[in-house]
């Protein structure tokens, strides 16, 4: 069968089941399911799938990657992040511009306390963007630093997706956390 044909049949599938209201995560899942059954040979390439999501599940260079994400969500729950982001709007003072630069600056210090870009860029932008917009800012100049900002969290250590990248690449997490602080910086002053 043609490889055009076959990716047709699967969006065209998963469009169906999407339609039908079934919610997304379990439409993937159901279209994965079949496509295992299918290409892996059945009844054993649903055993092998179980097997690899046990191994990928206990692999023990992942665990960080849950631990940032609860350490983000503890950051915005308790307000900490909020007084962060006051701190340096008090340490800034009275520069022109000052909320782009508190959102590039807190995304840097959001970026080495959690090491996840969407608790970084989500907490910028609940906190940041309504005071932007209510001092002026267009959408465009509003969103640009935060999300700037909140994506310095992939490169500044300890980032949670060079976590995933090295163990995916067989390579040193330490050794690739510590190559991701000097570019991570310097992004951060170019977005300044």
């Not at 159901?30 to 690899?52: A, E, M, P, R, Y």
């Not at 909320?99 to 932008?125: E, K, P, Q």
């Not at 910086?185 to 977005?191: E, G, I, K």
Request: glycine share 14%; aromatic share 8%; net charge neutral.
């Amino acid at each position: 069968m043609e490889w055009w044909l076959v990716l047709l049949i699967v969006f065209g599938s998963l469009l169906v089941l999407m339609l039908t209201g079934l919610p997304v995560a379990f439409s993937f899942m159901t279209i994965n399911l079949v496509g295992v059954f299918v290409l892996w040979g059945g009844i054993s390439g649903l055993h092998q799938l179980i097997l690899s999501i046990f191994e990928s599940v206990t692999f023990f260079a992942l665990l960080p990657v849950p631990l940032f994400i609860l350490m983000g969500e503890v950051l915005f729950q308790s307000g900490m992040g909020t007084r962060m982001l006051d701190a340096l709007d008090t340490l800034l003072g009275r520069l022109p511009g000052r909320l782009g630069l508190i959102a590039v600056a807190g995304g840097v210090l959001i970026a080495v306390l959690c090491g996840n870009t969407w608790a970084s860029t989500a907490m910028l932008g609940a906190m940041l963007v309504p005071d932007m917009e209510k001092r002026g800012y267009k959408k465009p100049m509003a969103l640009g630093p935060i999300m700037g900002g909140g994506a310095l969290a992939i490169i500044i250590p300890p980032s949670g997706m060079a976590v995933v990248l090295a163990t995916l690449a067989g390579i040193s997490v330490g050794g690739l956390l510590i190559a991701g602080l000097l570019p991570g910086l310097v992004m951060a002053a170019f977005f300044t």
